[in-house]
């Protein structure tokens, strides 16, 4: 079956910009996560669904970043005025959300703001 | 110091040794323990997965986890060139959902 997809692979903005970045869940999977990749660092968690909802979104720097998944399966993670900072790999992960909280991950969209 | 500790190498071996990558942990209430493997430019894939503490075998891998030493092993057996990549060790408390908390990867390459 397919995998988490996420689009675009690659956005190049410039600072100040809005951009969306998209995340398509393996079907059936009830939890979705967003983790942000730099160079030489493992993921670290920005925001975790369960449905519709946003179940914690402890991991988001601040009120540039939001995310939303108003069907309970496509989800949009949103950046106001993008900052040099922000640049990095954005990761999406699914899963069931229950105990074993396995997550899959997608293929992530890298971010250059420039 | 970081919930999660992981030596980022690079780490070079032969085809065919057996690879040792290994993570420290402080959070006392991680239950759930896994590894990814990275290739570059790519998505992180989920290697191993285990509960609490034990051993767990697939194939050439191989999974350890001790809470009362509060460190974690993955051992790669006869390893291939496709081994190489990056190996991300990532941990859970049991609460339903909770995000993972990634050491920094190990990279690793194997020579042919």
């Known amino acids: 079956g397919a995998g988490v997809s996420q689009t675009p692979s690659n956005k190049v903005t410039e600072k100040g910009k809005y951009v969306e970045l998209r995340c398509d869940p393996i079907s059936g999977h009830t939890a979705l996560y967003w983790y942000r990749q730099s160079l030489g660092q493992g993921p670290e968690f920005l925001i975790y669904?369960?449905?519709?909802?946003?179940?914690?979104d402890s991991g988001l720097p601040n009120d540039r970043f939001f995310a939303v998944r108003p069907e309970g399966s496509v989800s949009t993670l949103k950046i106001q005025r993008t900052e040099r900072g922000d640049s990095a790999v954005y990761l999406c992960a699914s899963g069931f959300g229950g105990g074993n909280n396995e997550q899959f991950f997608g293929p992530g969209t890298r971010l250059t703001v420039l | 110091q970081k919930e999660v500790e992981q030596d980022p190498g690079p780490l070079s071996v032969p085809e065919g040794a057996i690879v040792s990558l290994n993570c420290t942990y402080s959070?006392?209430?991680?239950?759930?323990f896994m590894w990814y493997r990275q290739y570059s430019r790519k998505g992180p894939e989920l290697l191993m997965y285990?509960?609490?503490?034990g051993n767990k075998e697939d194939g050439r891998f191989t999974a350890q986890v001790d809470k009362s030493s509060k460190y974690i092993s993955l051992f790669i057996r006869d390893s291939q060139p496709s081994d190489s990549a990056t190996y991300l060790c990532?941990?859970?408390?049991?609460?339903?959902?909770?995000?993972?908390?990634f050491g920094k990867g190990t990279t690793l390459s194997v020579s042919s």
């Open positions: 959070n006392s209430a991680f239950q759930y």
């Open positions: 669904f369960q449905g519709t909802g946003a179940a914690d």
């Open positions: 990532a941990m859970s408390t049991n609460q339903a959902g909770t995000a993972l908390i």
């Open positions: 285990t509960y609490s503490s």
